[in-house]
């Protein structure tokens, strides 16, 4: 069909390639205004063309609809082939343009046939046409579903329970709308515990200088004394366990994370016993522009059965998309640090960084390789603290791979902290401590079976300092295995 205004023309398109689409059921060429007519005329021509091209429209719409047949002989039964259903309503496509019923009933034929994403849009046609069709909104909540559009599917639900005729309904259709809702609503949040629990050798359980001895200053003079052992690094076998219990709360563009661990190392130097407690919360707002996040959480250390530290903490991370492949972010965090029988040591900590995150993929595994470089400030509360505030940097490099037969990680760290006033008389003549400190951290994981993880850790830090006190090496290595409770 052509309608025609001098030299321009309309052309419309009523039989699509593929009956079950309807995003191109009419297509208008853009007329071209007559060439040397002044700007009045052209708008003339232009609307008297749009007048035309719609009353043409509207007369080829009525036409199609009055010709649709009867679909009642179509409605399924018990024994529906709907595949066959389906093969039988699409001839009828041209003939139903204006038909929600039509296309209610071609959607749920093609949904029961598998087809979901022709059933997506043949249902999407019906409610345009009728947005109050109760059948095609019920089959539209499950293809949105089945698409994987949970929350679009969950609202679309929540309207048919909203609907003024929903009691009106069978008994059968209302248990299945309201099963559906519950179970997908039950899909929006997730809960998890775990228990790990690893065995491992520590060279250096108490954390205890490497030195083993200190130079004092004393009246200007250096004295050299001898650590006792109790002061050396003790090694040893210890038993390491962590058990944690996480609850994500997922919204449409939105997500509630709560997350709360026990750890603790047990070993035959009862003094250097640990037992830490964390619970952290974050909300997260991923999108595809733009995502970010901000958490707070409170941890609590004891050592050898005594407290020893507790810290508050709150920070907030921000990501733009990018077409580069490493993604670039920002975080920032303050922690409080009270130490318990140490109140002079007590402080606030800021960090403010950058960092890049880039997921790969390759022939032998999917790997995510993430650096971050990190500005600290560390300012005492108590002005009697030794070495007063300390300044300083951080960089670490993280690269975690996935293997045929399990995940690997690595993670390498870097920090420098200097104090701004002499740490004590007693040590170097009061010079400003400084303290360079760097680790290593190689972690395997492989599932065993259902529920049941292998796990392998392996740490080293090595830390440096002016002072003979403050220089450390400690290493670790452990096995054991994660169970999903």
């Not at 070993?267 to 407690?277: A, I």
């Not at 800021?350 to 390789?369: D, E, M, T, V, Y």
Request: proline share 5%; with cysteine.
């Amino acid at each position: 069909m052509a309608v025609t205004v001098n030299c321009c023309v309309v052309s419309i398109d009523v039989i699509p390639d593929n009956p079950a689409m309807f995003t191109n059921r009419f297509a208008l060429s853009k007329p071209k205004a007559p060439i040397g007519l002044s700007g009045t005329m052209q708008r003339f021509f232009y609307t008297a063309f749009l007048s035309i091209a719609y009353f043409g429209l509207a007369i080829f719409s009525s036409n199609a609809s009055a010709q649709c047949p009867d679909l009642a002989p179509f409605y399924p039964d018990a024994d529906v082939n709907w595949l066959s259903l389906s093969l039988q309503l699409e001839p009828m496509s041209p003939e139903c343009l204006d038909s929600s019923e039509f296309y209610a009933l071609l959607g749920a034929a093609k949904l029961n046939s598998g087809n979901i994403a022709a059933a997506f849009e043949s249902l999407e046609r019906a409610l345009l046409l009728e947005p109050e069709n109760g059948g095609a909104q019920m089959d539209y909540a499950q293809a949105l579903y089945l698409q994987g559009q949970l929350f679009s599917a969950i609202q679309v639900n929540d309207a048919l329970l909203a609907r003024e005729d929903f009691e009106e309904l069978a008994g059968s259709l209302q248990s299945i709308i309201r099963k559906r809702q519950r179970s997908w609503q039950a899909l929006t949040t997730e809960r998890s515990a775990q228990l790990d629990i690893l065995a491992g050798f520590d060279n250096n359980l108490n954390g205890a200088p490497d030195p083993s001895q200190l130079t004092l200053t004393l009246s200007g003079e250096p004295i050299v004394l001898l650590l006792n052992e109790e002061f050396r690094p003790k090694s040893g076998p210890y038993m390491n366990f962590r058990l944690g219990g996480r609850y994500r709360r997922l919204g449409a563009d939105y997500q509630h994370n709560w997350l709360t661990e026990v750890r603790g190392r047990l070993s035959e130097d009862s003094e250097s016993d640990l037992l830490q407690v964390d619970s952290r919360y974050a909300f997260i707002r991923p999108g595809r522009k733009q995502s970010w996040q901000v958490s707070t959480g409170i941890s609590h250390l004891q050592f050898g059965g005594s407290s020893l530290y507790t810290g508050v903490d709150v920070s907030a991370r921000y990501q733009r998309a990018s077409r580069l492949s490493c993604k670039p972010y920002y975080q920032m965090a303050t922690q409080y640090q009270s130490f318990h029988n140490q109140r002079q040591l007590n402080a606030l900590e800021s960090k403010a960084g950058i960092g890049l995150s880039c997921p790969r993929s390759s022939s032998w595994g999917n790997h995510q390789f993430s650096t971050e470089l990190s500005l600290l400030s560390n300012t005492a509360t108590e002005s009697e603290r030794p070495g007063g505030d300390r300044d300083g940097w951080q960089a670490s490099v993280d690269w975690q791979l996935d293997l045929p037969l399990g995940e690997f990680r690595s993670q390498l760290g870097y920090t420098q902290l200097k104090d701004t006033d002499g740490y004590s008389p007693l040590l170097a003549n009061g010079a400003q401590r400084w303290l360079r400190r760097s680790y290593l951290l190689l972690q395997y994981r492989r599932p065993l079976f259902e529920g049941t993880t292998l796990l392998i850790n392996m740490f080293h830090q090595d830390q440096h300092s002016n002072l003979e006190l403050f220089q450390t090496v400690d290493s670790t290595i452990e096995i054991g295995i994660s169970l999903a409770l």
